[in-house]
């Protein structure tokens, strides 16, 4: 699984503007990739220039044609590439620390939020003339060739975040930028429970918080009393009970389901905590 964000950031083919925060990348699909997973350390913006694309979350799949936006979150998705026409887009990636910043540079911005609401994974934008003209002008910086101020990008970053903030269908997104600079604790469990289920690293875990590996880990002990693999563990194994339950997927199925790439592992993960295999936990209770 690629990590989205270092791949455009570091690979020299695609055009591409870089900030201390953020990245501004032209990205062309080559056509004979169709469906794959990837994760993102940072959020994204995406606007398609052409041809269609889908991002799918457990709870939708956003079905994306030429002119369409969306706001991506950090985290993990799959996504599936139509093949018959060319896919292009604009990709802006942009982290916690700049949206924290420009909210608070900008109080009109400022929103009371719920800190038990929960948001999106992905967020459908409204755009206007105004916002298609400001994506045509980055579009140009692109492909000039020149070296561009990271300022000059800082500015087009900031207005391409007016454009969004200011139109009042979007206020949806509005409360998940001003949600961004809640508590800690809240932050780490909502990315470890929309995320638990994919194989990732913990050091993966601790970018996607926007940590380093020692800090992520001393937080989390912190928080929650144990380590980030125990919690891990735990917690697949309770969605293991809950597919085991309630589908007729077969044990391997159910163990890929809820992250572990390799059977034997789950089983004898479930074994340890349960007393009892996953098929014999599932005999037990259909006979209960």
């Given at each position: 699984?690629?990590n989205?964000y270092e ?5 020299p083919?695609?055009?591409?503007l870089?900030g201390?925060?953020?990245?501004f990348?032209?990205?062309?699909c080559p056509?004979n ?7 993102i350390?940072?959020h ?7 041809g269609?694309?889908?991002?799918i979350?457990s709870?939708k ?8 936006t969306?706001?991506?979150r ?5 996504t599936?590439?139509y093949?018959e026409?060319?896919?292009c887009?604009?990709?802006?990636f ?12 900008n109080?009109t ?13 992905i ?6 003339d ?5 994506i045509e002008?980055?579009?140009q910086?692109?492909?000039q060739g ?6 000059l990008?800082?500015i087009k970053f ?13 206020k949806?997104?509005?409360?998940f930028?001003n949600?961004?600079?809640?508590n800690?604790?809240?932050t780490?469990e909502?990315?470890?429970?929309e995320?638990?289920q994919y ?10 918080c ?5 800090s ?6 912190e ?10 563990i ?8 809950i ?9 391997s199925?159910?163990?890929?389901e ?6 034997s592992?789950?089983i ?10 996953p ?10």
């Amino acid at each position: 699984m690629i990590n989205a964000y270092e791949y455009f950031k570091n690979h020299p083919k695609f055009n591409k503007l870089v900030g201390d925060d953020f990245l501004f990348v032209e990205y062309k699909c080559p056509l004979n990739i169709e469906e794959y997973q990837l994760w993102i350390e940072n959020h994204v913006i995406t606007y398609v220039i052409s041809g269609k694309k889908d991002w799918i979350t457990s709870k939708k799949t956003h079905k994306l044609i030429a002119g369409d936006t969306l706001f991506v979150r950090k985290g993990v998705y799959t996504t599936k590439q139509y093949l018959e026409s060319e896919y292009c887009v604009m990709l802006f990636f942009i982290n916690d620390k700049f949206i924290k910043k420009f909210i608070s540079d900008n109080p009109t911005f400022k929103r009371e939020f719920n800190h038990k609401k929960e948001h999106h994974q992905i967020f459908d934008i409204t755009t206007n003339d105004v916002f298609k003209t400001l994506i045509e002008s980055i579009f140009q910086y692109l492909n000039q060739g020149d070296e561009i101020p990271k300022e000059l990008v800082e500015i087009k970053f900031k207005e391409l975040l007016f454009n969004i903030s200011l139109n009042s269908n979007n206020k949806e997104l509005l409360f998940f930028f001003n949600s961004i600079s809640q508590n800690t604790k809240t932050t780490i469990e909502n990315i470890m429970i929309e995320n638990f289920q994919y194989d990732l690293k913990i050091a993966d875990f601790a970018k996607l918080c926007g940590k380093s590996l020692s800090s992520f880990k001393r937080e989390f002990k912190e928080y929650f009393n144990t380590t980030p693999s125990r919690w891990l563990i735990n917690k697949r194994l309770e969605h293991a009970k809950i597919l085991l339950l309630g589908t007729n997927l077969n044990i391997s199925e159910v163990g890929y389901e809820c992250g572990f790439k390799n059977n034997s592992h789950f089983i004898q993960a479930f074994k340890k905590i349960s007393k009892v295999t996953p098929n014999k936990f599932r005999m037990l209770k259909k006979e209960a």
